[in-house]
């Protein structure tokens, strides 16, 4: 494409440039509301990481690129490029997965930090990617191969890291508010009981039964039990198979599941095949897994496409995305004068409790914060450029509350 060449700069992009950048879940393309034209692509860099005693993959920085379908004859270009969503940390490499928002329009995008208890939740409206929030769990997760995923029905996100063998591997669920962006409720489970050479997750279409693809076996999980991890059915185990046009195993790794409610399984080696889950969202081995049955055009080295569930509408009692320029306040007596502005203006927060201002840029980049505890204060920007900005109040309510503003030299 135009102007497509170069992502994810740097010496891992450079080394791996002939062959193709190995990411699990690295990339994610999603369409821009309200705008058939623009497509966002997420893209997560990596590097290892030789400092410690282990040598661990670690994602450098997580970009947003632009690319515009209109331009080129319908061809599309790259508008732009590598522009730094997160760069001041290390997250988790790859592992990026959306959920369309309750007014089924917008997108909640998470990427985890690299091995801590925190998830950064962004929003993709029409005026761009916000950072809406920093979230901590005290059970935390380990990093490691593999993916993260939403339930279908959007109500659940889900985690699979495979670490070392010693170690093992990590699943981690939690509930998910289409509304406000919000994990809840995580469920965390560490086993090393199957090797952890590869692996991942799927969830069925009626957002009833998680999947866990790990190297020789497949297991059932039911969502709607309290104890998720109690209810683990092992549903299949790695048949010995050896492809014959490439000679290697055909062993489990990533999974997706397919607009026709079917999962679609890779394996561990290079070959033409997927193994299916016909019916997932029937219990135990009435889901009916048929191994290296789906033979694919090309060879393919354990790739999956990661896509979100595009079919999700919006929910049953919608909600307005608090980033979209249509927005109802959750407060609204919070103002912003004058708006525009050249920089310097006054924060009403009103009845809010709210202890701390931060503004981000439209790209969701952190510019400036500040402590504030009197109904009306005085904030002065300073040396930022012409355009769109966000203020959002923080307080021991957890109250979130995002404001547009325009500055104008």
Same mark, same amino acid.
């Given at each position: 494409?135009?102007?497509?060449?170069?992502?994810?700069?740097?010496?891992?992009?450079?080394?791996?440039?002939?062959?193709?950048?190995?990411?699990?879940?690295?990339?994610?393309?999603?369409?821009?509301?309200?705008?058939?034209?623009?497509?966002?692509?997420? *893209?997560?860099?990596?590097?290892?990481?030789?400092?410690?005693?282990?040598?661990?993959?670690?994602?450098?920085?997580?970009?947003?690129?632009?690319?515009?379908?209109? /331009?080129?004859?319908?061809?599309?270009?790259?508008?732009? /490029?590598?522009?730094?969503?997160?760069?001041?940390?290390?997250?988790?490499?790859?592992?990026?997965?959306?959920?369309? *928002?309750?007014?089924?329009?917008?997108?909640?995008?998470?990427?985890?930090?690299?091995?801590?208890?925190?998830?950064?939740?962004?929003?993709?409206?029409?005026?761009?990617?916000?950072?809406?929030?920093?979230? /901590?769990?005290?059970?935390?997760?380990?990093?490691?191969?593999?993916?993260?995923?939403?339930?279908?029905?959007?109500?659940?996100?889900?985690?699979?890291?495979?670490?070392?063998?010693?170690?093992?591997?990590?699943?981690?669920?939690?509930?998910?508010?289409?509304?406000?962006?919000?994990?809840?409720?995580?469920? *965390?489970?560490?086993?090393?009981?199957?090797?952890?050479?590869?692996?991942?997750?799927?969830?069925?279409?009626?957002?009833?039964?998680? +999947?866990?693809? @790990?190297?020789?076996?497949? +297991?059932?999980?039911?969502?709607?039990?309290?104890?998720?991890?109690?209810?683990?059915?092992?549903?299949?185990?790695?048949? @010995?198979?050896?492809?014959?046009?490439?000679?290697?195993?055909?062993?489990?790794?990533?999974?997706?599941?397919?607009?026709?409610?079917?999962?679609?399984?890779?394996?561990?080696?290079?070959?033409?095949?997927?193994?299916?889950?016909?019916?997932?969202?029937?219990?135990? /081995?009435?889901? =009916?897994?048929?191994? *290296?049955?789906?033979?694919?055009?090309?060879?393919?080295?354990?790739?999956?496409?990661?896509?979100?569930?595009?079919?999700?509408?919006?929910?049953?009692?919608?909600?307005?995305?608090?980033?979209?320029?249509?927005?109802?306040?959750?407060?609204?007596?919070?103002?912003?004068?004058?708006?525009?502005?050249?920089?310097?203006?006054?924060?009403?927060?009103?009845?809010?409790?709210?202890?701390?201002?931060?503004?981000?840029?439209?790209?969701?980049?952190?510019?400036?914060?500040?402590?504030?505890?009197?109904?009306?204060?005085?904030?002065?920007?300073?040396?930022?450029? =012409?355009?769109?900005?966000?203020?959002?109040?923080?307080?021991?309510?957890?109250?979130?509350?995002?404001?547009?503003?325009?500055?104008?030299?």
């Amino acid at each position: 494409m135009e102007n497509g060449k170069g992502l994810n700069p740097g010496k891992e992009a450079d080394k791996n440039a002939k062959y193709g950048y190995i990411n699990e879940q690295g990339a994610l393309i999603l369409p821009m509301p309200d705008n058939p034209n623009l497509y966002y692509l997420i *893209h997560s860099a990596y590097f290892f990481d030789f400092s410690g005693p282990t040598d661990y993959v670690k994602g450098d920085k997580l970009y947003y690129t632009i690319i515009d379908m209109s /331009k080129n004859d319908g061809k599309g270009a790259v508008i732009e /490029k590598n522009k730094v969503i997160i760069g001041d940390k290390y997250h988790d490499a790859g592992k990026i997965t959306a959920c369309r *928002h309750a007014n089924g329009k917008d997108w909640w995008i998470i990427v985890a930090d690299y091995d801590t208890k925190n998830y950064n939740i962004l929003l993709l409206t029409k005026d761009g990617i916000i950072i809406k929030s920093e979230q /901590k769990f005290p059970l935390g997760s380990r990093s490691g191969l593999g993916q993260a995923i939403f339930s279908p029905d959007g109500t659940k996100y889900a985690r699979f890291n495979a670490v070392t063998i010693m170690k093992g591997t990590y699943v981690d669920v939690f509930d998910f508010d289409r509304c406000t962006g919000t994990l809840s409720n995580q469920k *965390h489970w560490n086993y090393v009981t199957d090797t952890t050479y590869s692996g991942g997750i799927a969830i069925s279409s009626n957002s009833k039964y998680l +999947y866990i693809s @790990s190297y020789t076996k497949i +297991y059932q999980l039911d969502l709607t039990k309290e104890d998720i991890f109690a209810s683990i059915d092992t549903v299949a185990v790695y048949d @010995s198979n050896i492809d014959k046009e490439f000679g290697g195993t055909t062993k489990f790794y990533l999974a997706q599941l397919a607009p026709n409610g079917k999962i679609y399984i890779s394996t561990t080696n290079t070959t033409r095949y997927l193994h299916v889950i016909n019916e997932p969202d029937k219990k135990g /081995k009435a889901c =009916n897994i048929e191994q *290296h049955s789906f033979k694919l055009a090309r060879k393919n080295y354990t790739t999956m496409p990661n896509f979100p569930n595009f079919r999700l509408g919006a929910a049953a009692a919608p909600c307005n995305s608090v980033a979209s320029e249509d927005i109802k306040k959750a407060k609204d007596d919070v103002k912003i004068y004058p708006n525009p502005n050249t920089g310097d203006f006054f924060l009403d927060k009103g009845e809010s409790l709210a202890t701390k201002v931060v503004v981000y840029d439209i790209a969701g980049k952190i510019v400036f914060t500040q402590n504030i505890s009197e109904k009306v204060s005085p904030i002065r920007l300073e040396n930022l450029q =012409n355009g769109v900005y966000y203020c959002r109040l923080l307080g021991n309510e957890a109250e979130i509350v995002p404001i547009k503003f325009t500055i104008i030299h």
